[in-house]
C-alpha cells in the first residue's frame, strides 16, 4: 500500500531531551516536507526538501532539524525541545515538477504524530 | 506577508450546496490546493487549481480567480461524512513544496 509513515504517533517528553520523529514514503516520491498542525493556525510548514541532500526552510523551522539522506527518508530532529513545540506534527511527500500534473502539487500526509513537551 | 483567509466555520444541511472561500496574499503564486481533513485523521488532496477557472470532480469543485487572490471549493449534494474541516493552500514557488495553508473551515453536515 503507498504510503507515508510516521513514528511514533504518540511521543510525551521532557523539556531539552533530544528526539527524533522518523518519517518514510514508499511511493519513490521526490519531494518530502513537515508540518505543524496548531488549533486555529492550520498546517504551518517547517522545512521541505525538494531530493536528496536538498532541503530548505519552511515558515517556522526555528528549534527544528532536518536531514534528507536518502530519498525515502526525512526524519526531524528537535535538538532541545520546548513546550511551545507542543503539536500535531505531519510529514507529507509529493512526485517531482518533471511528473504529469498535478503530480507534484498532490501531498500525500502521513498520519501524524502527536508530540507533548513537558 | 504570507496570509490565507478563510470562514472558521460553515454549517449546512445534507443535500444542500456550500461554498468555502479562500482569499490569499502571499510572496509567490503557482497554484490553489484544498485539502479536507476529519477528526483524528491526516489531510487528503481534493483538487488543486493552477489556471483561472473551475475545476470539477464528482460533487467537488474548485474555483480559482488569480486577479482577485481568490479561490473557493463548492461541495454539492452534501452528506453527513462530509463533515470535516477544509484548508486551502497555496504553492509559492514553481519547484518543491513551498506551500502555506490557511487556517482551515470546519464544516459541519446536518441531517
Known amino acids: 500500500e503507498a504510503q507515508v509513515t510516521q513514528n511514533p504517533r504518540y511521543l510525551i517528553t521532557v523539556t531539552g531531551k533530544k528526539l527524533t520523529v522518523t518519517c518514510s514514503q514508499n511511493?519513490?516520491?521526490?519531494?518530502m516536507s513537515w508540518y505543524r498542525q496548531d488549533p486555529g493556525l492550520g498546517l504551518r510548514q517547517i522545512y521541505y526538501?525538494?531530493?536528496?541532500?536538498?532541503?530548505d526552510k519552511g515558515d517556522v523551522p526555528e528549534g527544528y532539524k532536518v536531514s534528507r539522506k536518502e530519498k525515502r527518508n526525512f526524519p526531524l530532529i528537535l535538538e532541545s525541545p520546548s513546550p511551545n513545540q507542543t503539536s500535531l506534527y505531519f510529514c507529507?511527500?509529493?512526485?517531482?515538477?518533471?511528473?504529469?500534473?498535478?503530480?507534484?502539487?498532490?501531498?500525500?500526509f502521513g498520519a501524524g504524530s502527536r508530540l507533548t513537551v513537558l | 506577508g504570507q496570509s490565507l483567509e478563510q470562514p472558521s466555520e460553515v454549517t449546512a444541511v445534507e443535500g444542500a450546496i456550500v461554498q468555502i472561500n479562500c482569499t490569499y496574499q502571499t510572496s509567490g503564486f503557482y497554484g490553489l490546493s484544498w485539502y479536507q481533513q476529519h477528526d483524528g485523521g491526516a489531510p487528503t488532496f481534493l483538487s488543486y487549481n493552477a489556471l483561472d477557472g473551475l475545476e470539477e470532480t464528482g460533487r467537488f469543485s474548485s474555483f480559482l480567480s488569480r486577479s482577485d487572490s481568490y479561490g473557493y471549493l463548492l461541495l454539492q449534494e452534501l452528506q453527513m461524512k462530509d463533515s470535516a474541516s477544509y484548508f486551502c493552500?497555496?504553492?509559492?514557488?514553481?519547484?518543491?513544496?513551498?506551500?502555506?495553508f490557511g487556517p482551515g473551515t470546519r464544516l459541519s453536515v446536518l441531517p
Open positions: 507529507a511527500s509529493s512526485l517531482g515538477e518533471g511528473s504529469t500534473p498535478p503530480g507534484a502539487n498532490v501531498l500525500t
Open positions: 526538501s525538494m531530493n536528496v541532500e536538498v532541503t
Open positions: 511511493m519513490n516520491h521526490e519531494y
Open positions: 493552500a497555496v504553492k509559492r514557488d514553481n519547484y518543491g513544496q513551498n506551500f502555506v
